[in-house]
C-alpha cells in the first residue's frame, strides 16, 4: 500500500477524516485547507477504508462515536503507523476511550477539545 505520486493525475490525501455530519466535517476541512493539506472525508467506515487502502494520509481524523461498534476494522491500520490517528468522542462516552487507547490512537479528546485545539493538532501532526 503506497500513496499515489502526486505526477500520477490523482491528488494526495494528506488529511482524511471520518465524519458524517458534514456541517462538523467542514470544520476539519478548513483546519487542513489552513495548514495547506488536501483534506478527503469519508462518511461512512466503509468509504475510510477503501481510502486507506489507496492513500497513506499524514492524518486520519475520527468520530469515535459514529465508528462505536466498528473501531476493530481500522486497528490493522492504526497499528501499522504510517499515518497519525486523531479521534474525538462525545465527553459523555468515555469507554470509547479505553478501546481507542488499547488500539494505538496516536491523540483521543473530547470533542470540545478536539475542535478548540483543531488548528494546532493539525499543523503540529503534519
Known sequence: ??????GSGLRMVEVLAYEPDLLF???????ARKAGLEFDLASTV????????????????????????????????VKRGASKFVGYYSHTNTRLVEEAQRMGLNLILP???FVSRLDGIVKELR
Open 46 to 77: 466503509e468509504q475510510l477504508l477503501n481510502q486507506l487502502m489507496k492513500f497513506t494520509p499524514r492524518i486520519v481524523i475520527l468520530n469515535l462515536d459514529q465508528a462505536e461498534g466498528e473501531l476493530g476494522r481500522l486497528e490493522e491500520h
Open 25 to 31: 466535517s467542514s470544520r476539519i476541512e478548513a483546519a
Open 1 to 6: 500500500m503506497t500513496d499515489r505520486p502526486f
Open 111 to 113: 470533542r470540545g477539545a
